[in-house]
């Protein structure tokens, strides 16, 4: 039997075909897909069942791709041997993207359905919760992360525009509809103006850190960035835009920040830097406590502030509130595409400020509310707000993670 006329089959699983030590091309078609060995005129082609059947017609070359004692035995090794067997932390935290949406969705549901078991984390709880995800993100970063993210000035600046000058008209245009279109009371309206003023939120900065882990300290330096200055922006935005100065809290707010955002950073960076031993050991527990502290951050709000997201108004609140995050979602997005668009790294800026710009500090907007308006209504916005931002924020998390991990398998190509 001549050699160009010999037909080999094999029955193996997928993954152990993916092992071939040639260069792979993947094509794919709506019912099967076919692998081609760059080395040899083979072809590889398997079904939607669980076992695959190859043929492979070899050339007289096809010895010069493969060791002199290479075997047919041998040639395709399972994948279990080719596994890392050391534990990568990072996937491991941002494996919790996949379980964050889910668990965010439940305590929504829980929250309605028996307030108590929420009502327990009130407000004080809140600025710690926030500090532990910050110190999570500190713990799997570098200083040098840092100062590469404060080398990039423009991406700085983008964020900033989008949530101080697009976010605010954004909210500008929905607080006007409430009024006009849905003839709410002007309270809500004001309400919707208020949230739209506020800063970023640091739960953008750990969405971000799920998404995108090395953009992460480019979203923590426009979080702070953003909250630092709005002890002036807030209340300016809020006299043009509602009609109604903000005296804001300066020394409480500076500190919000130190406390919320800088010691707990500064703390996970120390410790990995000097006590790396001490750091590896607690880095396996930091993922469900993340997703739990979430939930909390989550639930706690809406379950306190039941009686107002019930109210008569409540519905048509939520769909207004829905409308003006998906805006300013969508807005960082393509904002970010025009203006870096020739970046190497667009995708990720663009999740990253999209997720800047979608989510901000809703119960600042709440506390605002509560202390310098009469009215109760103006605060129900912003109670509903910190829901929806999260729902809509880490759905994001989850279907932005499964397409970047959907075109990292269309573009995998396995050398020797």
Not at 396 to 415: A, N, P, T, Y
Request: charged share 10%.
């Amino acid at each position: 039997m001549s050699s160009n006329a010999v037909a080999l089959k094999w029955a193996l699983p997928f993954s152990a075909a993916l092992h071939r030590p040639s260069a792979l091309l993947i094509h794919r078609r709506s019912d099967c897909c076919s692998v081609a060995f760059q080395s040899a005129s083979s072809t590889v082609t398997w079904s939607k069942g669980s076992r695959v059947l190859a043929t492979r017609c070899s050339s007289a070359k096809t010895t010069d791709s493969f060791e002199p004692d290479r075997t047919r035995e041998d040639a395709f090794v399972p994948a279990q041997e080719v596994e890392r067997k050391d534990i990568d932390v990072l996937k491991i935290l941002r494996g919790a993207n996949s379980i964050i949406p889910h668990v965010v969705l439940a305590s929504t549901v829980l929250a309605l359905v028996y307030p108590p078991s929420f009502t327990w984390f009130t407000n004080r709880y809140y600025a710690p919760a926030l500090g532990f995800l910050m110190f999570a993100v500190g713990v799997n970063s570098s200083p040098k992360d840092f100062i590469e993210a404060i080398k990039r000035p423009d991406a700085i600046a983008v964020g900033y525009v989008g949530q101080f000058i697009i976010k605010p008209l954004i909210g500008y245009i929905f607080g006007t509809i409430s009024v006009s279109t849905f003839n709410l009371p002007t309270s809500l309206g004001a309400g919707i103006i208020l949230v739209s003023c506020v800063s970023g939120a640091q739960l953008s900065n750990y969405a971000t850190f799920l998404t995108d882990p090395p953009m992460a300290p480019l979203s923590i330096v426009m979080t702070s960035l953003s909250t630092a200055t709005a002890v002036f922006v807030t209340p300016t935005l809020s006299l043009l835009l509602i009609g109604k100065k903000l005296p804001v809290d300066v020394k409480g707010m500076m500190s919000s920040i130190t406390q919320i955002v800088v010691a707990p950073i500064a703390a996970g960076l120390l410790l990995n830097r000097f006590f790396p031993r001490f750091c590896s050991a607690i880095q396996p527990f930091l993922p469900p406590l993340s997703v739990f502290v979430t939930a909390l951050c989550v639930g706690s709000p809406l379950a306190i502030n039941i009686g107002a997201i019930i109210s008569p108004f409540g519905i048509a609140i939520v769909l207004l509130i829905f409308g003006f995050h998906a805006a300013s979602f969508m807005a960082g997005y393509s904002l970010t595409g025009m203006m870096f668009q020739k970046s190497a790294d667009v995708k990720a800026l663009q999740r990253t400020i999209s997720f800047e710009t979608g989510m901000q500090s809703s119960l600042l907007a709440l506390a605002l509310a509560n202390k310098f308006f009469q009215d109760p209504l103006v605060g129900v916005p912003a109670a509903i707000s910190v829901v929806l931002m999260s729902l809509m924020g880490f759905a994001l998390v989850m279907i932005w993670s499964e397409r970047k991990q959907q075109m990292h398998f269309d573009g995998i190509s396995i050398r020797n």
